[in-house]
């Protein structure tokens, strides 16, 4: 078994209908050796304060919805082992964004991002059914799988200086995203996502911290894709210039 010792969990509790400012709370527990931070977090709610709200849901750091930070640091509370950190650890909302209750974040504003930089594929014309699936070589896939590991933890744009001072800015892994279709052989649709790209708030706004990429849990390397991004859209600018959209 493993051995069992006591931590205390301090946590930014904020509840909108009674609270006008948040506040923390401290709680002294039993953990084990192998618990990650989000097992103390669920000891919390199952055993000693119901009122807790947090957010979670496969524990396998597949779908990125337990993102919080963790001693002042954006973290993917399922992977965190409770191991990395001394006998007291803070846990916190995700930064940068509008807190619903405790550690909820509300992410619909943010979810409007990514609909901005146009992520599915898009075509000037459908190819038929009876031509059967597109296919790519390996190298092609390549040039996009990794943009394309994002969980949507959110854990970068809680990281990012730019998007905690600009309201305008589209954020790392909705540029990232954006990135992976620009990148995807089959997609036509990279002149009309730069645009978007190129707009207030879209590459240029950009202070290359490098913060994004170094929290992120899958190693999806954001801060590449916007410097990437740059200069494939300033290219794709350039080119309109010259060419007309669709001579190309």
């Known amino acids: 078994m493993s051995e069992v010792t006591k931590k205390t969990v ?3 509790r904020f509840d909108p209908d009674q609270d ?15 618990w990650k931070v989000l097992d103390a977090l669920n000891y919390i709610k199952d055993e000693v304060d119901p009122t807790l709200s947090h957010r979670w849901s496969c524990r396998m750091a597949v779908c990125g919805s337990c993102g919080m930070m963790v001693n002042g640091e954006p973290k993917l509370t399922c992977k965190d082992a409770l191991s990395n950190y001394g006998n007291t650890i803070e846990v916190e909302p995700l930064a940068n964004f509008p807190v619903v209750r405790d550690l909820v974040v509300e992410l619909d504003g943010f979810m409007e991002r990514f ?3 146009k992520p599915w594929i898009i075509r000037a014309k459908e190819l038929a059914v009876e031509e059967g699936a597109t296919r790519q070589s390996p190298q092609e896939l390549a040039d996009f799988k990794q943009w394309s590991m994002c969980i949507n933890c959110m854990l970068c744009y809680s990281a990012c200086p730019v998007v ?16 992976r279709y620009n990148m995807d052989s089959r997609d036509e649709g990279s ?24 929290v992120c849990p899958k ?9 990437q991004g740059k200069a494939l859209s300033l290219l794709d ?3 309109g210039l010259v060419l007309p959209r669709g001579s190309e």
């Not at 006008?20 to 192998?34: A, L, R």
């Not at 905690?164 to 990135?179: M, Q, V």
């Open 10 to 12: 301090v946590v930014t």
């Open 219 to 227: 190693d999806v390397d954001p801060a590449a894709a916007v410097q």
């Open 115 to 117: 609909k901005k930089v």
């Open 164 to 179: 905690g001072n600009d309201p305008h800015f589209l954020g790392p892994a909705a540029i990232a995203l954006g990135h």
């Open 191 to 214: 002149a009309e996502r730069n645009e978007v790209m190129l707009e207030e708030g879209g590459v240029f706004a950009c202070s290359y911290a490098n913060e994004c990429s170094e």
């Open 20 to 34: 006008e400012v948040p506040k923390t709370q401290s709680y002294e527990i039993p953990v084990q050796s192998d």
């Open 237 to 239: 600018w350039a080119k």
